[in-house]
């Protein structure tokens, strides 16, 4: 039964994810407004993270993965409402675009 | 008390203990009837529980997130059986089910096992696994 499991993970792919879990976590404890948004915004960069970048970039990955923690902690302050640290995405696809 | 009896069975089969129904038991309060349905009841359906450790409904419950959650029509097949990679689920979507079940069993999924999770079945034992240990 384990042995069938495939899809083994690798270090990155887990931060990426534990990341992932770590919004969707932070959004939960905005009003439900603010939480939907937040979490369409970040479902949305994500996965097109996961599709436009090379998964062998690793320093481009490790470069979002540092920017989205320093996001990450901006938006578990209670001040943070909504998703205006997490406006800058269309910056990084500018970036991305170079 | 039917579901109760249910749990104790279960647990019973999970740890596989023939002979020594009190270990199992040792959570439960109410340990007369208990321990009497299960000595009962086993022979039947340990073997059917013995692949099938969550109750269904706890199985069906997840089913049903599972489906939402990855928008699959209502009548699409989903069973303990199914793989969240086979019904087109990637790892981000794997991360939004369980993220999804902790609220609705108000669980809470460690890391850890939150990435060992590959089945409906898989996410239904953990669940009442934690939901046992929470309660406990």
């Given at each position: ?90 910056s990084q696809n500018n970036k991305a675009k170079? | ?48 529980r013995v692949s099938c450790a969550a109750k ?62 590959t089945t409906v079945q898989d996410a239904a ?12």
């Amino acid at each position: 039964m384990g042995a069938s499991k495939g899809q083994r993970l690798s270090g990155m792919q887990k931060q990426v994810l534990s990341l992932y879990r770590g919004f969707l976590r932070a959004a939960r404890s905005k009003p439900t407004e603010d939480r939907r948004q937040i979490e369409s915004v970040v479902s949305a960069e994500f996965r097109r993270n996961s599709k436009q970048v090379d998964r062998k970039n690793f320093l481009y990955i490790e470069y979002l993965l540092r920017r989205g923690k320093k996001q990450l902690d901006q938006l578990k302050n209670p001040d943070t409402m909504g998703i205006s640290s997490l406006n800058v995405s269309p910056s990084q696809n500018n970036k991305a675009k170079t | 008390m039917a579901s109760l009896t249910g749990a104790s069975l279960n647990f019973t089969s999970l740890s596989s203990s023939f002979q020594r129904t009190q270990v199992p038991l040792r959570g439960i309060s109410n340990v007369n009837s208990v321990s009497f349905q299960s000595i009962r009841m086993r022979p039947g359906s340990l073997r059917f529980r013995v692949s099938c450790a969550a109750k269904p409904e706890t199985v069906n419950k997840v089913c049903e997130i599972v489906r939402k959650q990855l928008a699959l029509p209502e009548d699409s097949s989903v069973t303990g059986e199914s793989k969240f990679a086979a019904l087109g689920a990637d790892s981000l979507d794997t991360v939004e089910i369980v993220m999804g079940l902790e609220e609705e069993f108000g669980i809470s999924v460690e890391e850890e096992s939150a990435q060992s999770i590959t089945t409906v079945q898989d996410a239904a034992d953990m669940i009442e696994k934690l939901i046992k240990s929470k309660d406990a």
